[in-house]
C-alpha cells in the first residue's frame, strides 16, 4: 500500500518491462507520461527508451541510469551479470527528438526530455 494517499494513482503491474510498456501504447497511453525511470537490463535499454519516449507528453522526462559503464560485464549485489556500452549514449546524443543532460557520477545518470509541442 503506499503511503501519502497517493495509492490510488498507483497502477502496479508485474510482467515483463517490453510486455508492459507494449500493452499500455496498445491501450492508447501514448503522449501521457510524465516521467519514465530505466534501469534494467542494459542490452534492452534502446527498447525500453524508444517505448517511453513514445509514452511520455512532450516535456516529459526520461532518466536512464548507469550509463557510463564503457564495454564491460558487471555484476549487481546479486551476481547477475549486466552489459553495458556507449551505443545507448551514442543513439541518445543523436536524437533530435530530445534535449540530454548527464551526470556523470557514479555509474552515470541521463536525463532526455522530449521535445515538441
Known sequence: ???GGVGSRIDFRLAPALETLDGLIADGQAGTF???FIDADKPN??????????LLRPGG??????????????????GIPI?????????????P??????ATMGDGLTLACKLGR
Open 45 to 54: 535499454y534502446p527498447n525500453y527508451y524508444e517505448r517511453a519516449l513514445t
Open 97 to 102: 527528438r530530445v534535449t540530454l543532460s548527464m
Open 1 to 3: 500500500m503506499a503511503g
Open 61 to 78: 522526462l526520461i532518466a536512464a541510469d548507469n550509463v557510463l559503464w564503457k564495454e564491460k560485464w558487471r555484476t549487481r549485489g546479486n
Open 83 to 95: 552489459r553495458s556500452d556507449a551505443s545507448f549514449n551514442r543513439k541518445l546524443h543523436a536524437d
Open 34 to 36: 510524465d516521467f519514465a
